[in-house]
């Protein structure tokens, strides 16, 4: 018999129904062991050597596959085929090794690209050896990523309270953040005016005519400034003759798009379904694993990690056939079509993102998914299909319009165009941008000196917009330009910046919290060199050529070290007050932004002489007074602390009176933040302003919606008791018999009706949802590999959270709970125990009391009864990774 390891059980299962009764497939589950999060698992002084740790979930499943393997014939590796699939079959022979499973054993490494019997079948029959340079390539990117995150990080402690973290390239991603958010607040918006003239040909057919030239001078989109010039032009406009100088068409392509790489798969799922880089993964990794599709288990769609864009001949030829008979031959090129990557070493060169089989059509796979899978399932066999079609053929017209008036002369433009053969298009459309709808507005008939009669002519005032900030789509596709990081990562450091807080997501766009602009200016100031996009590109660069068996891991970390760590003992001296000096000059924007009156931003509102700056404390940074501890004046870093504190100046609004009890309702400010308060004295009632409701933006009717909270919406039609809506610490939420169950807007709370309140209880139950004071376990994790005791995956009256003791730590929104591993929990547990949670305790054994100190015990206290107590086990916090 022979042994064969995959990562999934899911995989495991379907792929020992393909090999037959002769083979026996194990499931890793992912990595099975890590470095641990702790300070001394990577030793530049001892030549780069790694300190590897058994996952403790891993242990029993290990010793299950090393005694399948000491019974076995020959070992198979047949992870996944990229740079973490290999190094997962490197750690599992590596720890068979160790066990002395092997022996004499034949070892062979498979890969496949898609979970089918003949790609199984024919990777069986064409094994390789261990790929040496691609786990080296692994073992440097992984030693990089805690050189950094653990000797970085623990700078940011010191130097900076109330930092989290710092990554390789989670610290470069929240920097290009940070920098949109800064191009943001410096834009000064510009006026400017269109002149737009409505004409209608000899045959009455109406078009618009945009402004080009006015008196032998060009304008373009900003050159019309003032409302006076507008106006000059239009009048001008008004009196004039028209016609047609010019009409020429051109024919052009549009060429179809590339398959998908997991990058283009991540921007379009996000663009088109709405999805975040991290559910798109999890979906696409339910499709590779495959669907029961008439009693046998089939991958769906080839490997999604990937920066490739060709795919296998055997599947251009299939395509080539279906868009045949699908569509006509009409629609099928001469030839196929071949891409190329624009990556280097584009993921070891594995194919794109396709269907196993095209002939599997997206309306006939609903039934056998669920409605994300078969939603993004759509996307990809759209795109495969497009990508080998026809390029759509357009016709683009430019229409030269020239005025004239006593003299003056004015020239005009139209841009249309029509798509005389759709091609691709029939099949798939990328979103358009703003020049796309422009261009794409379909012209009348039109002939050169044809007079053209005026109907309109409007000058309209127009402001210029900053630059929008990134969303997840956006952000990947400016990371994969710069070379920073690898897109099968993009998802995770999308999730650690949110999860540490440093930015959060608001209708899909990324915005930088104080904390990470604080973090990304001190790494700017600090360790300017390795928050720069060349550096970390060229990185990259270096750990592909690794790959590629070009350069020696350990000649590339001893480099990085060298420089890395000298920069780091340039700050050992750097005294907190150097750090805020520095960090207040570079933060000027953001803490104190010029004033509308022209007076100094730095000076103390409260007491009026002294100045303001940026201070730290237990929590972090905040803005404090000169004049501490006379002057109590704080307020929190950033445009909402900012706004706040106005408000507090300005002191309470008085939005009207409750038409109950006539009491005078008023928008407050307070230590916690702006509030709505109804009344004084012992019936006062008080309501928080919800989380991205600015003080600006409450009015009467807001406010009495918030004072009237929690809203009765009905009585639940089987147990007959109250449903309430409401706000808590954690968002909105209706609340049934001690049961909360979270909404997803705020504004939910004010307009659910009873029948889809009943629907989201019920759907917490079914998730095995626990009333107030209880929660579930959802899946049990193993013992901490460092501090010992359980960890869990639990699900509460707030979500999801991992649980070791008596710590807790929420999850990121976007994670599956199913899918947290044991390292992915540890490094949560300590991050919520280093933000100032009870912090995990190491298991030891009890000490024994010195001889006076045991008979001390036994005497009683002077003033109390009760025997003194030993003193607790000092608690000890792992240090936290970074990306």
């Known amino acids: 018999m022979d042994v064969v390891i995959v990562e999934s059980p899911a995989k495991a299962k379907t792929i020992n129904k393909y090999l037959g009764p002769n083979y026996k497939v194990f499931a890793s589950y992912g990595h099975v062991r890590d470095l641990p999060p702790k300070d001394g698992s990577v030793l530049p002084d001892e030549d780069f050597s790694m300190i590897w740790a058994i996952d403790s979930k891993a242990k029993s499943r290990l010793s299950e596959i090393t005694k399948a393997v000491k019974a076995s014939d020959k070992l198979i590796l047949a992870t996944d085929p990229d740079r973490e699939g290999e190094a997962i079959s490197w750690h599992v022979l590596q720890v068979l090794h160790d066990k002395k499973a092997i022996g004499d054993k034949p070892v062979e490494r498979v890969v496949f690209n898609a979970i ?65 958010e800064n191009e943001i607040e410096r834009f000064k918006p510009q006026e400017y005016w269109t002149i737009v003239a409505g004409l209608s040909n000899t045959a009455k057919a109406e078009f618009e005519v945009r402004l080009t030239m006015f008196e032998g001078e060009k304008l373009g989109r900003l050159d019309v400034k003032t409302e006076e010039q507008a106006k000059t032009i239009r009048s001008m406009l008004l009196g004039a003759d028209f016609k047609v100088a010019v009409v020429e068409a051109k024919p052009t392509k549009r060429n179809p798009y590339a398959p998908f790489t997991t990058s283009t798969l991540q921007q379009e799922a996000s663009s088109k379904l709405g999805y975040s880089a991290s559910r798109t993964m999890q979906i696409a990794q339910r499709l590779y694993e495959g669907a029961d599709i008439g009693g046998e288990t089939v991958g769906l769609i080839t490997y999604m990690r990937t920066d490739g864009v060709q795919i296998a001949p055997e599947a251009i030829e299939q395509t080539r056939n279906l868009i045949n008979s699908e569509f006509g031959a009409i629609y099928l090129p001469d030839k196929a079509r071949h891409y190329t990557a624009k990556a280097k070493n584009a993921q070891e060169a594995h194919e794109a993102i396709r269907p196993t089989d095209l002939s599997r059509l997206p309306k006939d796979m609903t039934k056998y998914l669920n409605q994300e899978q078969a939603k993004l399932y759509e996307l990809i066999w759209k795109r495969t299909v497009a990508s080998q079609m026809a390029s759509a053929k357009i016709e683009r017209t430019t229409v030269d319009v020239e005025a004239k008036n006593s003299g003056k002369v004015a020239m005009l433009r139209a841009n249309g165009s029509v798509i005389k053969f759709d091609g691709f298009l029939k099949l798939y459309q990328a979103p358009k941008t703003e020049g796309d709808k422009e261009d794409d507005k379909r012209l009348p008939p039109i002939a050169e000196n044809e007079a053209l009669e005026r109907q309109s002519v409007d000058a309209t005032q127009h402001h210029t917009e900053p630059p929008a900030r990134y969303s997840e789509a956006s952000l990947i596709k400016k990371m994969e330009e710069l070379g920073i990081g690898r897109p099968s990562t993009y998802a995770s450091t999308l999730g650690t910046l949110e999860a540490r807080d440093y930015v959060t997501i608001d209708k899909r766009r990324l915005i930088p919290q104080a904390k990470g602009r604080l973090v990304t200016s001190f790494l700017e100031s600090f360790f300017e060199r390795y928050v720069e996009y060349d550096f970390t590109a060229e990185l990259e660069k270096k750990l592909d050529q690794i790959s590629a068996g070009e350069l020696a891991w350990k000649d590339v970390l001893r480099e990085f070290w060298t420089q890395f760590s000298a920069a780091v003992d340039e700050t050992k001296d750097l005294r907190v007050t150097e750090v805020l000096d520095t960090l207040n000059e570079a933060l000027g924007p953001l803490a104190f932004p010029e004033k509308e009156d022209g007076t100094d931003p730095r000076i103390c509102p409260t007491c009026g002489g002294g100045q303001l700056s940026l201070k730290v404390g237990k929590f972090g940074a905040f803005i404090g007074c000169s004049n501490y501890p006379e002057c109590k004046f704080t307020r929190q870093l950033g445009v909402d602390g900012l706004q706040e504190s106005q408000a507090a100046e300005e002191g309470p609004k008085v939005l009207g009176r409750d038409p109950e009890t006539d009491e005078e309702i008023s928008l407050r400010t307070g230590r916690f933040g702006p509030y709505v308060q109804r009344g004084e004295g012992k019936e006062i009632k008080r309501a928080s302003l919800p989380k991205g409701w600015a003080p600006d933006t409450i009015d009467y009717e807001k406010a009495l919606q918030l004072i009237a909270l929690p809203r009765l919406v009905g009585l639940h039609p089987e147990s007959g008791k109250e449903i309430k809506a409401g706000i808590g610490r954690y968002g909105p939420f209706v609340l049934h018999e001690g049961m909360y169950a979270n909404l997803e807007a705020v504004e939910d709370v004010f307009t659910i009706g009873l029948n889809h309140a009943v629907t989201v209880i019920a759907e917490k139950i079914a998730k095995g949802g626990a009333r107030r004071g209880g929660a579930t376990s959802l899946k049990d994790l193993g013992e901490h590999p460092e501090l010992g005791g359980p960890i869990a995956v639990m699900d509460g009256r707030y979500g999801p959270y991992v649980k070791h003791g008596k710590v807790n730590a929420t999850l990121p929104k976007d994670k599956d709970p199913q899918e947290v591993t044991i390292a992915e929990a540890v490094e949560l547990i300590a991050a919520r125990a280093a933000k100032g949670g009870k912090k995990p305790r190491k298991k030891a054994a009890a000490k024994k009391k010195p001889a006076a100190k045991k008979a001390a015990a036994k005497k009683p206290a002077a003033k109390k009864k009760t025997p003194a107590k030993k003193p607790a086990a000092k608690k000890k916090t792992p240090a936290k990774s970074a990306d």
């Not at 950094?148 to 990080?153: E, K, N, P």
């Open 116 to 180: 089918t019997k003949k790609s199984i079948l024919d990777a069986m029959e064409n094994p390789r050896e261990i790929d040496v340079p691609l786990v080296d390539a692994y073992l440097a990117r992984r030693a990089l990523d805690y050189l950094v995150g653990f000797t970085l990080s623990p700078v940011l402690w010191r130097k900076l309270p109330g930092a989290r973290s710092a990554g390789r390239v989670q610290s470069v991603a929240l920097r290009l953040i940070c920098q949109r």
